[in-house]
């Protein structure tokens, strides 16, 4: 009588770790699927060069059930293709804020009432000035303006802009507000540098949603 794994030739030890990463990944997509499932969550992308990395939140996300619909920054688009995110997402991508849909009301008030949670991932700098002072130039401004959704930033960017004084401060100012940060991670940057401001893994993106209406 031989161990798990041995007749396939495979390590124990290895076959053992395949066993207990199998167990808690079918257990964390189990629970996400369980808080996720029919929520409605708009997902801003902004101009980072993590941008790419949206479209597996949307892919996580999609797949635990949640309705997510992206809006892009005018900069996101120099990072990632709109066709992936709704491709993804099944979802129309908003942008344009001049380009509204038909209907009694604006699109962007639309998708602001609409949604569960308001999660930006890529966050840059400049989206975290913008949310912090109101300013609403797009459509991802207005909607974080217009919407009664709670919201949740996770920022990436090289990490002097990170510990810039502005952005400590817009940061600070936001989470008096009660809005809710994931931590970007350390790590070696796109742009050459090692330090803070790393995109925080999908994986953990994903986690703190879920958790987020865990605790709804
Ligand atoms: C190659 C490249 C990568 C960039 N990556 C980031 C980034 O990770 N984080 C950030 O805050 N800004 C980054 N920027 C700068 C932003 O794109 C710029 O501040 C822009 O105005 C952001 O606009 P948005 O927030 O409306 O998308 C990058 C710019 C370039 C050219």
Redesign the pocket.
């Known amino acids: 009588m031989g161990f798990a794994g041995e007749s396939s030739g495979k390590p124990v030890l290895t076959s053992s770790l395949f066993v207990i990463r199998s167990f808690t990944s079918f257990y964390f997509v189990t629970a996400e699927k369980s808080f996720l499932k029919d929520r409605t969550i708009l997902l801003g992308v902004?101009?980072?060069?993590?941008a790419y990395k949206a479209a597996d939140i949307i892919g996580r996300l999609s797949e635990a059930g949640a309705s997510v619909y992206p809006i892009m920054?005018?900069?996101?688009h120099?990072?990632i293709g709109a066709l992936t995110l709704q491709t993804l997402s099944k979802n129309p991508v908003a942008s344009d804020i001049w380009e509204e849909g038909a209907g009694s009301q604006p699109g962007h008030i639309e998708l602001a009432d609409s949604a569960d949670l308001l999660l930006v991932a890529?966050a840059?700098?400049?989206?975290l000035a913008?949310f912090a002072h109101g300013l609403a130039p797009?459509l991802?401004t207005s909607v974080h303006l217009a919407t009664p959704a709670p919201v949740m930033l996770a920022p990436?960017?090289?990490g002097k802009?990170l510990m810039h004084p502005a952005t400590q401060a817009n940061i600070r100012c936001l989470r008096e507000r009660g809005y809710h940060f994931i931590e970007p991670d350390s790590g070696m940057l796109?742009?050459g540098y090692e330090g803070p401001?790393k995109l925080a893994s999908v994986e953990s993106i994903v986690a703190a949603v879920s958790a987020f209406f865990e605790m709804k």
Do not use: E, K, R, V
């Open positions: 902004t101009g980072s060069i993590a920054s005018a900069g996101a120099n990072f890529p840059t700098a400049h989206c913008q797009d991802l990436a960017m090289n802009m796109a742009c401001g």
